[in-house]
T-cell receptor, first 111, second 116 residues
């Protein structure tokens, strides 16, 4: 199967940390991505992680990968109102150059 | 460096008509991907073109087709439009396969297609 699941909604206060979770099923995934979609806009690549890594940090973003449980998370430190958007995780199946997206998590940041 | 561009931004058609959507990849990228984001359905993979050839397609009927030109830009054609084709169509591009990290896809802003 190729289902990628995320919780639909997350609400946090400005300045707190946000953690967005994702579970995937394709164990052959080689790359896992996080994308951000602001209202009415296309997708913006935030970060990605190779499947042989456990963690990747990029400024306020921390990606954690638990390959055994097929669980991916995105932590946003010091969340700002500009972080309000829908966040998609996605897995990449290298052989077919196909990316399967999660359902998206809508992050609401309360001032 | 210019990102992925798509045109038009919005497109309104009626049932049965044909729609043509265009995408220009990032300079140097040879692969172009098309996705459909319909309301409530999330992102669905449509097509992948690389070096002018269709490499893979998702679970969409044959009336969804496209092509890639020698300059690596791409067109998505949707024939015999149906109401449920109304969606945001996203194009993405990447470098060719085989380079570490080069498969990462970068997305354009999308074309919103409305079928009346």
């Amino acid at each position: 199967g190729e289902d990628v699941e995320q919780s639909l909604f997350l609400s946090v206060r400005e300045g707190d940390s946000s953690v967005i979770n994702c579970t995937y099923t394709d164990s052959s995934s080689t790359y896992l991505y996080w994308y951000k979609q602001e209202p009415g806009a296309g997708l913006q690549l935030l970060t990605y992680i190779f499947s042989n890594m456990d963690m990747k940090q990029d400024q306020r973003l921390t990606v954690l990968l638990n390959k055994k449980d097929k669980h991916l998370s995105l932590r946003i430190a010091d969340t700002q109102t500009g972080d309000s958007a829908i966040y998609f995780c996605a897995e990449f199946s290298g052989g077919y150059q196909k990316v399967t997206f999660g359902t998206g998590t809508k992050l609401q940041v309360i001032p | 460096e210019a990102g992925v561009t798509q045109s038009p931004t919005h497109l309104i058609k009626t049932r049965g008509q044909q729609a043509t959507l265009r995408c220009s990849p990032i300079s140097g990228h040879t692969s172009v991907y098309w996705y459909q984001q319909a309301l409530g359905l999330g992102l669905q993979f449509l097509l992948w073109y690389d070096e002018g050839e269709e490499r893979n397609r998702g679970n969409f009927p044959p009336r969804f087709s496209g092509r890639q030109f020698p300059n690596y830009s791409s067109e998505l054609n949707v024939n015999a439009l149906e109401l449920e084709d109304s969606a945001l169509y996203l194009c993405a591009s990447s470098w060719s396969r085989g380079l570490a990290g080069a498969d990462t896809q970068y997305f354009g802003p999308g074309t919103r297609l409305t079928v009346l």
